[in-house]
């Protein structure tokens, strides 16, 4: 039973570079969305998906891009890292059900130098 | 979504009941009280959720106030396991779409 799954686990880029962050969950849920989570601070929401081809902006969305064509995955984009987008970030999902819980992913580091 | 307040962080020793308090004064009739734990840099772990009702599962207990302006979630046994940091949320929407404060550092000691 995997849950969340996000891959890479570290990733060091250079101010410019772009890439993505991938994200899958097993759980057939219809609900995922990405967090990032800076030193000493809770999550922020950057972008979230209610189902394939749904999404929506966030707190902090500015820099990042996001686009669901299947129910398991929701890849983030970086198109043009920032020192300022070095963080961790972490993928969640839930179910298509109000007021239950999330299930979060193990996060990516991500140092942008 | 209402905006909760807690302690930036608390101590507690093992095999000793941890009661953490949320203050969530503006809270609005439909929306309920959700606690995660972090522990290290991991991703956040689902606790418990409750309306207005005291809520107990295999990990937790959740004390909310009759006038649902504060809460408690009580860990009966705590162990140097749940050495984490404890956010309180609230709101009404998807369990995806959550603001996280920046919780209640618990620290389990011998």
């Known amino acids: 039973n995997a849950g969340v799954t996000q891959t890479p686990k570290f990733q060091v880029l250079k101010t410019g570079q772009s890439m993505t962050l991938q994200c899958a969950q097993d759980?057939?849920?219809?609900?995922m969305s990405w967090y990032r989570q800076d030193p000493g601070m809770g999550l922020r929401l950057i972008h979230y998906?209610?189902?394939?081809?749904?999404?929506d902006q966030g707190e902090v969305p500015n820099g990042y891009n996001v686009s669901r064509s299947t129910t398991e995955d929701f890849p983030l984009r970086l198109l043009s890292a920032a020192p300022s987008q070095t963080s961790v970030y972490f993928c969640?999902?839930?179910?298509?059900?109000?007021?239950?819980?999330?299930?979060f992913g193990q996060g990516t580091r991500l140092t942008v130098v | 979504d209402a905006k909760t307040t807690q302690p930036t962080s608390m101590d507690c020793a093992e095999g000793r009941a941890a009661n953490l308090p949320c203050n969530h004064s503006?809270?609005?009739?439909?929306?309920?009280v959700y606690w995660y734990r972090q522990i290290h840099s991991q991703g956040p772990q689902y606790i418990i959720h409750?309306?207005?009702n005291n809520e107990t599962n295999e990990m937790a207990s959740l004390i909310i106030t009759e006038d649902r302006k504060s809460s408690t979630l009580i860990l009966p046994h705590a162990t140097l396991r749940d050495t984490a940091v404890y956010y309180c949320?609230?709101?009404?929407?998807?369990?995806?779409?959550?603001?996280f404060g920046t919780g209640t550092r618990l620290q389990v000691t011998l």
């Open positions: 969640a999902s839930s179910p298509d059900v109000w007021n239950t819980e999330a299930f």
């Open positions: 759980m057939n849920h219809e609900y």
């Open positions: 998906s209610v189902g394939a081809g749904i999404t």
């Open positions: 503006t809270i609005s009739g439909n929306e309920y």
């Open positions: 409750g309306l207005k």
């Open positions: 949320i609230v709101g009404t929407g998807t369990a995806s779409k959550l603001t």
